[in-house]
Every structure is written in C-alpha cells, then in structure tokens.
C-alpha cells in the first residue's frame, strides 16, 4: 500500500497506459464524485490497457469508477468508495461505418456530437439526443441516457445491437453483430444498458442508424391548466400523425406544449397543419420559428446551486396528475418548480429551488408516495451531497432490486465497480 492509501502505485497504473495517461486525482475536487475523492485518474487506449487495469484492480481489491465526459457523475448515489477513476477519453474512435446496412461501430469514449458529424456525412444519425454537451457514447449507453426524439426512435436500447465490455476481472466479452439482423440470443448490450458502469466498463458498441431528416417544423401551444396538458398531449399521440417530439415547459413564466414534426417537406407541412387543428380545443396554436424552438432549451435541464433535480415517471395519461402533485407538494412547502418533460411518454422532470433543505427532501418523500403507489417511480437525479445523504437516488425498487444484486453478483462478484452508487447500494 503506497502513501495515498491505495493498494497500487501510480507507477503501476503509468506501465500500463503510460506516464502521461496517469495522474494522481487533482486534490481540487475536479475528479471527486458526490464528495468522495479518489487516488488516482487513469486513461487506457485500447481495450487491452482496460483489460489491464481491470485485472489489477481486481486482483488488488481496489474500486472502480468509470467515467466517459463526465456528464453523469452526478447519477446514482454517492459511492462508498472511489480508488481509481478509470476515464475513457482517449477511446474515441468510430472504428466502423457502414452507411448501406446503416450501422456504425464506435468507442465508448466518443462524443455523441463527434458522431453524428461523422455520420452526417452520410445522411445518417444516431436517433438520440441527450442534453448534456460532451456526453460519449458509452456513458449515454451506461445510464440509459434519452433527450426528446425517444418518442420517435426509442431508448439507446432500442438502438445498440452489438457491445463489446471490460468486465470487472479484466475479460472481455462480446455480443450481438453489425448488422440488425445478427442480434439473437442472450442480450448482453441490453443488459448494460442502464446499468451505469456497475456490470464492466463499455469499449465499443454497434448501433442501427436512421436517416437525418430533410425539414423540421415546430407548433406550440400556450396552456391554460394541467389538464389541457394532458389532453393536449394525448389528442397528439393518438392521432395518425408521427411527432418527433412532444414536449412540456411549465413555470411561473410560460406553460408550453410543443410538438416537433419532422421529414420530408410535403409531409411536414401536411402534419404540422393536422397538429395545429388538433391542438386548437386546448389553448393559443402558433408555429414556432427555429429561433423560438432553440430557445426553449432542453427539457431536462441540470440542476444549479442547490437545486435538486427529480425525474418522475408516470403513464401518460397522468400528466395533468403528476403536474397537480407537484404544484400542490410545493406550494405546500414554499419550494419553486421548474417543469419539463418528455409529455408523449410520460417522464416529467421537475427542478426544485427555493425553500430550505427539509422543504425539498419532503416534496420529493411526497411525491414518492404518491407515484410509487400508483406503479410509477421519482428518482433523484442531481442534488447537493447533504440531500443524496438523506434520499436514497433511486427510491423504493420492489422486487427488482432482487434480480438487479442477483446480475451484479455475477459480473462483478467483489464489488470492485461503482461500489455503492446503484440500486439499493449495489
């Protein structure tokens, strides 16, 4: 054991990826995750330096956590121990594009916008858009990462076809192929998607492709009440038309439903007519410039200062619900909402701001008990330290969490990756 407490030396870690691709964690706080700070950061550039890394944390019993752009450090709960920060930048090559079978083969530490440059070349895209700049391809694949076109092209899960990952005792493993149809048997991409570095750490992964689309039009509507939310978003959904997006901006300053149509111009211009008449029993219809669409910004923005971010996932058909308990759990506590949310599949993300550290911890106990009872979940998506100390990230996790520690102890027997962070402390 060296002087930084750790079981390996930087030494170690340098004879393996190189001197200049290992470091000691920057004392700042830069690499600490949820307030707890590792020894030391470490770059590999191939999956045979992963592999090595793997293999000696393994063997010396050290903890692991990866990390792509860093962009969802702030998932899950804090971890009960960080030894080795293992960062995936320097993977960040698309190895393989084959735009006539439309897949694409990729590093995990490439970024999303790196990629869809590349595959824009081609016309092509990868049907994902998460809000979070610099986000790489295998951390959006690790916590299941969505942005608002999920409605159109699904999860990232619905999209990988084919994983290759570094397990916990260094072996490499493989599943699915390169093209849609080779994809049979047991899912091992599946199976990590989502799992947020705690079953191995993401090298490469496949991916099916879509075509980027020839024009975009966005219609709007201003709200008058949450209910007109719901029916505003159902009527869409429910009709003969294919919306890109469907999306919710609630605050003190605007109540907003948009809809993104996007494809060929004939068939753009014929839908975005149909949204507005559908739309016209529920509030003001107006067409949305590229400008104002821009404007409106993600609709899962981070949480600032002392804000703690929620995401509440309820069936659609909820909505006007989910947007009542809210507004009343915080009006109750002198807490201010910001709401946002995917409203054609029923996830709402709500950042809570104002009011002190109790008010917040209890509109979030709140609305778990309501949502939970009623087969949804309200998970804890950023927060100060103080508050991820008194709520558990996830929430109640029901006979899941059973099958989740089952998987974990398979892959990861001793606990060496993400110690802590995930479902019931796994």
């Given at each position: 054991?060296?002087?930084?407490?750790?079981?390996?030396?930087?030494?170690?870690?340098?004879?393996?990826?190189?001197?200049?691709?290992?470091?000691?964690?920057?004392?700042?706080?830069?690499?600490?995750?949820?307030?707890?700070?590792?020894?030391?950061?470490?770059?590999?550039?191939?999956?045979?330096?992963?592999?090595?890394?793997?293999?000696?944390?393994?063997?010396?019993?050290?903890?692991?956590?990866?990390?792509?752009?860093?962009?969802?450090?702030?998932?899950?709960?804090?971890?009960?121990?960080?030894?080795?920060?293992?960062?995936?930048?320097?993977?960040?090559?698309?190895?393989?594009?084959?735009?006539?079978?439309?897949?694409?083969?990729?590093?995990?530490?490439?970024?999303?916008?790196?990629?869809?440059?590349?595959?824009?070349?081609?016309?092509?895209?990868?049907?994902?858009?998460?809000?979070?700049?610099?986000?790489?391809?295998?951390?959006?694949?690790?916590?299941?990462?969505?942005?608002?076109?999920?409605?159109?092209?699904?999860?990232?899960?619905?999209?990988?076809?084919?994983?290759?990952?570094?397990?916990?005792?260094?072996?490499?493993?493989?599943?699915?192929?390169?093209?849609?149809?080779n994809v049979a048997g047991y899912d091992l991409s599946k199976l990590f998607t989502g799992s947020l570095g705690t079953l191995g750490i993401i090298a490469s992964c496949n991916f099916r492709l879509h075509p980027r689309q020839e024009a975009a039009r966005t219609v709007a509507i201003e709200l008058s009440d949450t209910m007109a939310a719901q029916d505003a978003a159902q009527a869409i959904t429910q009709a003969q038309l294919v919306p890109s997006a469907v999306e919710l901006y609630w605050s003190d300053d605007a109540r907003l439903l948009s809809v993104l149509i996007e494809g060929i111009p004939p068939s753009v211009e014929a839908q975005a007519d149909t949204t507005s008449y559908l739309l016209r029993g529920f509030g003001e219809v107006r067409a949305l410039s590229d400008e104002e669409a821009d404007t409106l910004g993600f609709p899962d923005p981070p949480g600032a200062g002392d804000e703690v971010a929620v995401k509440i996932s309820a069936p659609p058909a909820e909505l006007a619900g989910v947007l009542d308990s809210v507004l009343g759990a915080t009006k109750r506590r002198g807490v201010t909402p910001r709401i946002t949310g995917h409203a054609g599949v029923g996830v709402t993300f709500v950042a809570l701001s104002g009011g002190d550290e109790e008010a917040k911890v209890q509109v979030v106990e709140e609305l778990r008990e309501i949502w939970v009872r009623r087969g949804g979940s309200v998970v804890v998506r950023e927060a100060p330290l103080s508050v991820k100390q008194r709520l558990d990230a996830w929430g109640p996790t029901g006979d899941y969490l059973g099958l989740t520690r089952r998987v974990k102890e398979k892959f990861d027997p001793r606990g060496v990756l993400n110690p802590g962070r995930f479902l019931g402390g796994i």
């Open positions: 054991m060296d002087a930084t407490g750790t079981r390996v030396s930087l030494e170690d870690l340098q004879k393996m990826v190189g001197e200049e691709h290992a470091r000691e964690a920057s004392e700042a706080g830069e690499d600490a995750v949820d307030g707890v700070y590792p020894s030391f950061v470490a770059e590999p550039g191939s999956v045979e330096e992963m592999s090595e890394l793997m293999k000696l944390a393994s063997a010396e019993g050290i903890s692991v956590v990866p990390r792509g752009g860093g962009t969802k450090m702030h998932l899950g709960n804090p971890p009960r121990e960080v030894d080795l920060v293992l960062s995936t930048a320097r993977m960040n090559e698309v190895i393989e594009h084959v735009p006539g079978d439309q897949v694409v083969r990729v590093q995990g530490g490439t970024k999303l916008e790196d990629l869809q440059n590349h595959l824009a070349g081609e016309e092509q895209m990868l049907g994902i858009d998460p809000p979070e700049e610099g986000a790489t391809v295998g951390g959006i694949v690790a916590s299941n990462a969505s942005g608002p076109r999920r409605l159109r092209y699904g999860l990232i899960r619905d999209l990988i076809i084919g994983i290759e990952v570094v397990l916990s005792d260094g072996t490499v493993a493989k599943a699915g192929g390169k093209v849609v149809k």
